[in-house]
């Protein structure tokens, strides 16, 4: 794989209504004699737009119902229908905002380093002729198609979030903070990390960080592992927090959840190469190999420690190491990947098992723990198993693993400090506009029938 290439046409690099080819003349060396011979015109592959297509649907299929069954199963039964009805309205909500506004902040063809600008508002000039570039040159996908895959990554990243203040967070103060933190959070990310322009790109302009980000380690993981942390401090804890049994209520339906993420993830992954070739191929095993480390690894840690091997630790072990190599599918090779997932099990346990009950913040549905920090085990080890020694692709021309491990960190910081200062800010928008909290005896009841009017269970 030549990453150079490859990314610098990853961009989102949009190449939006690509001009078609010019001719060219050659002069042949035969007295007299010139022929001219037409360059190839841009092509949409009809097999590259199907595996597109597809690829957004399972990214969808990731939040609805895959994330939305995950941590509904993990709350009380009186909780139940509040996290599916955040998880939906999320989805509805962030795909207006995202072709209003979202498309153009993220990829709308400015130059600056952190977001694409306003030409593109409303999807102002986008038509089904006009194109977006692919990982081969002259090949394209049609523009809607990008704009769709990409808008289903904005749509799962602040539904992530909510699991950090499960149980105990005002509907309206969900829906407003997720349009402000797309806003001014998300679109910037994305921008920063995939747009050619942006300051994380990897290696198309002088003074970027040069960061590898396949498929979304900072952008959708740290970036709502971090806005979750912040979250679940600012919210505060879970009334009766330590003296009620708030164990989850039905492991079945998290089980559940957690095989459609798995699944999901694939067009996640894979998808994110753009193309049905190998680089697809490659993110795919990827994604079965190290989702495998990680949740044996977390198994065996488990029974190390506690004597016996849970349902919620595979999970958790599963979606830990889908995490981790977000960011690394695309470059790291299938035995490499297995190393990460497991690696990034044991500091996700750490941080679930000791670091949350020491520090005292009430990350309900370990969020931070898993989505935050293996979000970060995944981003810098991607510097480390891109490593052609290590079974990876190989770096850029003249980069060391030093060098990259270095771009892998720095933009892993400048994540952290932008969405965890952004978001703290918001959350006190937030609260002054709306309230965060519900009452105390709301959240005694239930919030499926003190937000909602509803109740996921009737007793017979």
């Known amino acids: 794989m030549n990453l150079n290439w490859k990314k610098a046409l990853f961009a989102g690099g949009l190449l939006a209504g690509m001009a078609a080819s010019a001719a060219f003349a050659q002069d042949t060396g035969i007295a007299g004699v010139t022929t001219t011979t037409a360059a190839p015109a841009d092509v949409v592959e009809k097999g590259d737009v199907a595996w597109m297509l597809i690829s957004t649907a399972l990214v969808l299929f990731m939040t609805l119902p895959g994330l939305a069954l995950f941590y509904g199963g993990l709350v009380r039964a009186k909780n139940m229908l509040s996290v599916l009805m955040q998880c939906t309205v999320i989805a509805g909500v962030v795909m207006i905002v995202w072709v209003l506004w979202g498309y153009s902040f993220a990829f709308g063809g400015g130059t600056s380093y952190f977001w694409g600008g306003t030409a593109k508002m409303f999807l102002a000039g ?216 497991a690696f990034a099990s044991l500091v996700c346990y750490f941080f679930v098992a000791v670091v949350k009950p020491k520090l005292g913040y009430d990350d309900s549905l370990d969020v931070f723990g898993i989505h935050g920090v293996g979000g970060i085990i995944g981003a810098v080890g991607t510097g480390i198993f891109t490593s052609t020694s290590l079974g990876g692709t190989g770096y850029l021309e003249g980069v060391t693993m030093g060098a990259q491990v270095y771009s892998q960190i720095v933009a892993v910081l400048i994540t952290v400090v932008y969405c965890g200062v952004v978001s703290a800010i918001l959350y006190k928008v937030v609260d002054l506009a709306v309230g965060l909290r519900p009452t105390v005896e709301a959240e005694r009841e239930g919030l499926d029938l003190t937000s909602h009017g509803e109740a996921a269970y009737h007793a017979s």
């Open 126 to 341: 986008v038509t089904k002729e006009t194109t977006a570039a692919t990982f081969t040159k002259g090949v394209v996908l049609p523009e809607y198609v990008f704009i769709c895959f990409q808008m289903t990554f904005a749509v799962i990243t602040p539904a992530l979030i909510v699991g950090a203040f499960a149980e105990r967070i005002k509907f309206s103060a969900v829906v407003l903070f997720t349009v402000l933190w797309i806003t001014l959070v998300y679109f910037p990310m994305a921008h920063m990390v995939w747009d050619a322009a942006g300051l994380i790109f990897t290696g198309t302009h002088a003074n970027g960080v040069a960061a590898i980000d396949f498929a979304g380690g900072t952008v959708v993981h740290i970036n709502a592992g971090i806005a979750a942390l912040v979250g679940s401090i600012l919210v505060g804890k879970r009334t009766g927090l330590g003296r009620d049994n708030m164990a989850p209520h039905s492991m079945t339906l998290t089980m559940v959840g957690a095989c459609i993420l798995w699944v999901g993830w694939f067009g996640f992954n894979a998808g994110s190469n753009l193309e049905a070739t190998s680089g697809a191929a490659l993110a795919m095993i990827n994604t079965f190999t190290a989702t495998a480390g990680a949740l044996v690894a977390w198994c065996v840690i488990e029974t190390v420690t506690r004597g016996k091997a849970s349902m919620l630790g595979a999970v958790s072990g599963m979606v830990a190491g889908l995490v981790a190599v977000t960011p690394a599918c695309g470059t790291i090779g299938p035995v490499g990947a297995i190393v990460l997932g």
